[in-house]
């Protein structure tokens, strides 16, 4: 029986479709840079540059890159585990891709994370719930480094007394948080044992199609825990430089704008603005000025100098998240 073929109209027509979604992809992404950019103080944040030394500025640079090669190599190193052939400097490219996405829309710097399951799932082949699993476990991992270094914060903001409570009572407010912290690793241990807590949780509610998905991914999460046991503690370990060298980064900046602060203030004023991008807008935009004008001001810094800080990070970050969409906008579209 011969085999008929497909009209060449049909076939044009996909691909006009496919040349739409990508142009709507790369209008979309184009848009929410152009908000970014309309609304950044692009006249203030030269005049910060001003103050800082060319050596200075490129140190900043080397400390970013640093950051996200090492957030890089920690998803690498999960999907690397089972998949041994896959390169590691196109998933910089995605990571950073995935952060311009995250930055540039609504929500506490999540919603790139798709890109990270549909490039593992057409680059290399791997199906949606493998593919899912690997960044599930990326992100527990994050968790666990940032929920340490937000205990540390939150200790240091204690200690430097930005909130004014009396010790046992501060401690007692915090006890909720404190548990929340323990989630990551808690949530790992359980895995590695065969207990899937989020399947638990889920099915409580409902057992339909993407309950069953999540279910399917946490599963495998907990798979890769038990069977690449190093691969997991190296990650881990990736995580936790990462998450200090972050940290390390508010040091300089502090330290090159000429604010003097103790180890304890600079700590606590960089939860308070870590703590500014949970809230449900682009980039922590407001939050985070406001986070380091209110923490900072604490200390006896000027607000000018406290302004100068969130400019450079937001320099920085737009920088970055450029760079990002830039990314997404091409491959995504391909």
Request: charged fraction near 10%; proline fraction near 4%.
């Amino acid at each position: 029986m011969a085999v008929i073929p497909l009209p060449q109209r049909e076939t044009a027509g996909v691909k006009g479709k496919r040349i739409a979604l990508q142009m709507l992809w790369v209008l979309t992404l184009s848009a929410l840079l152009y908000f970014a950019l309309r609304n950044a103080p692009l006249t203030e944040i030269y005049q910060t540059l001003q103050q800082l030394q060319l050596w200075q500025i490129a140190i900043l640079l080397f400390i970013n890159a640093a950051i996200y090669a090492l957030v890089t190599l920690r998803w690498w190193i999960i999907v690397r585990a089972e998949s041994k052939a896959v390169p590691y400097l196109p998933f910089l490219a995605v990571r950073v891709a995935v952060f311009g996405v995250s930055y540039f829309t609504l929500g506490p710097q999540v919603g790139g994370e798709p890109l990270q399951v549909l490039y593992l799932q057409r680059k290399y082949g791997l199906t949606y719930t493998r593919a899912t699993a690997s960044v599930f476990m990326d992100k527990l991992l994050e968790f666990l480094a940032n929920f340490l270094l937000l205990g540390v914060g939150l200790t240091a903001i204690l200690e430097a007394g930005i909130l004014s409570t009396n010790g046992s009572n501060s401690f007692v407010s915090l006890s909720g948080v404190v548990i929340l912290f323990l989630w990551p690793p808690i949530h790992i241990v359980l895995m590695a044992r065969g207990v899937y807590p989020l399947t638990i949780l889920l099915r409580k509610i409902s057992n339909n199609k993407f309950v069953r998905f999540i279910a399917a991914s946490e599963r495998m999460a907990g798979t890769f825990c038990r069977r690449h046991f190093h691969s997991l503690l190296a990650a881990i370990a990736v995580s936790l430089v990462a998450a200090a060298v972050m940290m390390s980064e508010y040091f300089f900046i502090t330290s090159f704008l000429q604010i003097d602060l103790s180890v304890s203030q600079t700590i606590a004023a960089w939860t308070a603005g870590w703590l500014s991008f949970l809230v449900p807008w682009p980039g922590g935009l407001g939050a985070l000025e406001a986070s380091q004008v209110f923490a900072l001001g604490a200390f006896g810094v000027t607000a000018a100098s406290a302004i100068s800080v969130t400019l450079w990070m937001r320099l920085r970050d737009l920088l970055i998240g450029g760079l990002g969409l830039l990314f997404a906008s091409g491959g995504v579209g391909k």
